[in-house]
């Protein structure tokens, strides 16, 4: 209970000092074309945890992946146009989430460089399952497109369930929860096709 107490004590002032840091002059406030609903004037930096940047940093790439595999998808004939309609619709919903998360990084200060091209599970398909998809055709394709992205869906909602675990800035969480619903109702609509084929 001590420890409890000192930890808290720790994370408020690291919090304090990285307000008072921070803060600066604000004139306009935000960047460009990004309104997240908050009518404060301090940096979104003070409001973004450790929990916050791991899971922009990490979904970003996640996402830019799951685009890569709809992209290839896409490229191919012969393939069911239910497994087409689904990868039309990850890319349009995944490529502005990508933005939102490039622009939240931007405006905390973070440094993910190391986060490209991770290994870091969560669902990711290894270089061998990407050529394993590119070298499938018609059917098949359609097939492994879907085996491959319930199993990246499944990462992602983990991912996003961690972020509302342990996640302080409210756009972050609420953009977690928005990937949870929407990917999981994905994995469903993928399971019955799948099922189908």
Do not use: Y
């Amino acid at each position: 209970m001590k420890n409890r107490a000192v930890a808290t004590t720790a994370i408020t002032l690291a919090a304090m000092l990285a307000l008072t840091g921070c803060a600066g002059p604000t004139s306009g406030g935000g960047m460009p074309g990004m309104n997240h609903g908050s009518s404060s004037s301090a940096p979104a930096s003070a409001d973004a945890n450790d929990a916050d940047i791991m899971f922009a940093g990490m979904m970003k790439e996640h996402h830019a992946q799951a685009i890569d595999m709809s992209d290839i998808l896409l490229s191919k004939e012969g393939v069911d146009e239910r497994v087409v309609a689904l990868a039309e619709e990850i890319k349009a919903a995944q490529a502005p989430e990508i933005q939102k998360m490039e622009q939240w990084l931007e405006e905390w200060g973070a440094d993910t460089s190391g986060m490209e091209g991770m290994e870091h599970g969560d669902g990711m398909m290894s270089d061998e399952d990407m050529q394993a998809l590119e070298e499938a055709s018609g059917a098949d394709a359609g097939r492994l497109f879907l085996q491959q992205m319930i199993q990246h869906h499944d990462g992602a909602v983990e991912m996003a369930q961690k972020q509302i675990d342990d996640g302080r800035n409210g756009d972050a969480i609420a953009l977690a929860g928005a990937i949870i619903d929407a990917q999981t109702r994905e994995i469903a609509r993928m399971e019955e096709i799948l099922a189908s084929l």
